[in-house]
């Protein structure tokens, strides 16, 4: 830039500012400088040290109050058990990870149901059951995914051991968290939770954080296209098998129909399982027999009939093969052989069978499990969530309402099953994870 003749050695700066580029320049300067006061410096390799910022959603006394890093990474021991006993255990390690302000490294699921003999156990990675990218996009805010490639230095991992035994308290773990959110345990860029599997692991969130969680797994599109079938399938017998009760149904869109789903646990390690919890908790409301669950269904208040009723039972460890026989005139029952979708559900591992007849009964018109199943009672979570939405505050009291659940191992009105509504307000998951007879209705 070229400076006026006329401008004396005395006058530069006064000519200089004089001239439209000049005090463009000087405005610029100006802007940069108050840019640098608010702008993070760049780290000592000249990398800026970024950071996602995520808005507390949780009235959780653990929630995050900082961003959180995306440079820092928790891992957990592998998930084990039931499907959703492993929806719970990665629910909860994805809350103790935005506890301590870091990304979950997408832990591995079990495919198989062994869990005593850890050798035999199949190992089945997250984005094989559930959308990894899905997952993150809706959970984007509140807790997020990481893949093993995103960690610099596999070397830099802390080991963090969960204590366990009576005098291992909900206080005492949650010290342990809190001091692992400070230096110098916060400046490794892994901690490596070891030990105890992750469902085992103390509370420290309400049921609304899991929700949200919960809210976050999507199926992969094999596994929901597979429910889909299952689902069309229910619809499509359940129309013939109509059309033989009344005839003059013929013209039935089989999509119009509605069923009830029924998670009849009548297996035989269930039952062994419920007796036992009986016997040690005392309470007699826990086991139902195949008549008691028949006999309270059949009595749910403005059922109407013909109605289809799909029986979600785990076939492999079912010694009572006349679960169709005993029901009440115009229950149409249906089980996986009957409708032809046994062959679908042979095709998979445990896991994914469970997953598939999971995603039918959260579909499920009307749905009726037991509260001491983990099964159950997260689908009627999902159910609850679901009617939230629509503006219900509760299934109690609704002659008319959408997507109903039910408890048949409680009796209810004129001696059928007891409606079923999750409490969302509750302080921890306790009563989901292990079961209840003091449901919401």
Known sequence: MEISSNCKPTKILTCYFNSVTSKCLFLAAIALFIRSLFIPPFSAFGVRNDVVFIHNRSLSHAANDSPTRNDKFLEV??????????????????LTARMLNRILLMPRLSATLFYKEVDLLEPISFDKVFQFDRFNSICNGFVQLGKYSDVTNRSDVFELPKGSGRRWTKERDLEQLEEHKKDPIDKHEVIRIVGKHPFVWQDHWPVKDYAKVFECLVLVDEIMAEADKVVSRIREVGAEESRKLEPAKASLNPHTLSFVAVHMRVEKDWMI???????????????SSKEEIMERVGNIVGLKTPTLVYLAVADKLL?????????????????????????????????????IDYEVCFRADVFVGNTFSTFSS??????????LSLGFKSSCGEEDVRWPSYAYNLLGESNGPKRWFINMSDSSLRAVSYGTNEISC
Not at 78 to 93: C, D, E, H, T, V
Not at 273 to 287: A, D, G, M
Not at 335 to 343: A, F, I, P, R, S
């Open 77 to 94: 021991p592998q998930i084990i058990w039931g499907l959703n006993n492993q929806k719970i255990a990665f629910a909860r390690s994805c």
């Open 273 to 287: 399982h419920c007796k036992n919890l009986e016997r040690k908790s005392n309470i007699n409301q826990i086991c």
């Open 319 to 355: 010694e009572d093969s006349s679960i169709l026989s005993g029901w009440r005139d115009g229950l149409i029952p249906l089980e996986k052989k009957k409708l032809g979708v046994d062959v679908v559900y042979k095709k998979y591992p445990y896991l994914i069978q469970s997953a």
């Open 378 to 387: 997260l689908v009627v979570l999902g159910r609850t969530q679901k009617m």
